[in-house]
């Protein structure tokens, strides 16, 4: 399944984190022009991240 940038608002909370500034940029360059916050595409990203995991193989 394709990660889909999508417009989305919800209840928060703050939490920190460090990015790489490559990995900034990066992500700029993806969400210009495409209606949505860097903190959004982290969001987005993450939840696809999680829901696309495959489990762990039991040894």
């Known amino acids: 399944m394709a990660f889909i940038i999508r417009s ?3 209840e928060t909370e ?3 984190i ?3 500034i490559s990995l900034i940029e990066k992500i700029e360059s993806v ?3 495409n209606d949505v916050t860097f903190s959004g ?3 987005q ?3 696809y ?3 696309n995991m ?4 039991s040894k």
């Open 8 to 10: 989305d608002k919800k």
């Open 31 to 33: 969400i210009q022009n």
């Open 41 to 43: 595409f982290v969001l």
């Open 18 to 20: 460090r990015f790489p």
């Open 54 to 57: 495959e489990e762990p193989s």
């Open 14 to 16: 703050n939490k920190t």
């Open 45 to 47: 990203a993450c939840e």
């Open 49 to 51: 991240a999680l829901e």
